[in-house]
């Protein structure tokens, strides 16, 4: 055994031999990132209830409303399935887009704003957070907003895709789209969803054409995507204020009041613009430390804050 050749006989230390050990517990730098996210990730879910009666889903933080997505009914599905034949027609055009989103969409991301150069890992850490926090919570929100695929409609509509078997309502792709274009704004700019679409920042265009292109594919309605936008805002807004503090922000939407919609430009600045709160505890330490390291990640070149222009 190597242990035997090399370090011989030896006894355990005696005596007080104790070294310096007092670890600092919000100090996760000593771990890979993926244990990191693994021990965030507990802590920031027990920020989050989820509440459901016949009519709506509602997702709270910190015992604050933050999303409230009504229940489609039959009949509006049933309106929205004309938008399902016309996206059809984009399918040549976007197959290529289409399928490399089905398997993963950070990359399209991170060719917007680079965030996956080794300078900003601490970023796609973040996003990378923010993706699975989506997840778990979109998930909870499909199921209880459980809804019939296209598909279920019309044999016509052959999705380029497998059919998923959860909810098509509200989108998943468009839920993580947005959450991740809401916290990286947060992070770059310092913007609220709202704020960074009228400031023409790509990635909220980017979101917006992935959470189409599931439409274009024959997966969801419009009315998933308009519905994703706005659970997806709410849970990037809401990493954020756990991470910094920031004022918690509230979105809704209501696929029923015109079933008629398509998922446009003017309908997502309706849906992300959202409500201010008042509420701003305290961060969580444990993130926070993380988050300005991110943050620094996106100073500019000559070394001042992005948002102020003030030297830090």
Wanted: glycine letters at 6%; a negative charge; one cysteine or more.
């Amino acid at each position: 055994m190597i242990q035997e050749s090399l370090a011989g006989y030896w006894d355990p230390p005696t005596g007080n031999n104790s070294f310096d050990w007092d670890p600092d517990p919000d100090d996760l730098d000593y771990l890979p990132s993926n244990r990191r996210i693994e021990v965030v990730l507990a802590q920031i879910l027990s920020r989050f209830t989820i509440e459901s009666d016949a009519a709506s889903v509602t997702v709270k933080c910190d015992g604050t409303k933050i999303c409230t997505i009504q229940k489609p009914t039959l009949p509006t599905l049933n309106t929205q399935m004309k938008w399902l034949r016309a996206y059809a027609d984009l399918r040549e055009d976007r197959s290529t887009e289409i399928l490399v989103q089905s398997e993963e969409i950070m990359s399209p991301f991170s060719s917007v704003r680079p965030f996956d150069l080794p300078k900003r890992h601490v970023t796609a850490e973040m996003l990378t957070l923010t993706q699975e926090v989506a997840i778990l919570i979109e998930q909870q929100v499909k199921h209880l907003c459980r809804s019939p695929r296209p598909v279920e409609f019309s044999d016509r509509v052959m999705p380029m895709l497998d059919t998923p078997p959860h909810s098509t309502y509200p989108s998943g792709h468009s839920t993580e789209s947005f959450a991740i274009a809401s916290a990286l704004s947060m992070l770059e700019y310092g913007e609220t969803p709202g704020e960074s679409l009228s400031a023409d920042r790509p990635i909220f265009h980017l979101a917006q054409r992935i959470a189409v292109n599931r439409t274009v594919a024959g997966l969801h309605y419009p009315v998933d995507s308009a519905a994703g936008a706005a659970l997806g805002c709410s849970v990037g807004s809401a990493l954020a204020f756990i991470a910094s503090g920031t004022p918690l922000r509230s979105f809704s939407f209501d696929p029923n009041a015109n079933p008629e919609a398509d998922f446009t430009r003017a309908a997502l600045e309706t849906v992300i613009k959202g409500k201010s709160s008042s509420k701003t505890p305290a961060p969580l330490g444990i993130l926070q430390k993380r988050w300005v390291k991110a943050r620094g990640e996106w100073l500019r070149r000559d070394g001042r804050d992005p948002d102020t222009g003030a030297g830090v």
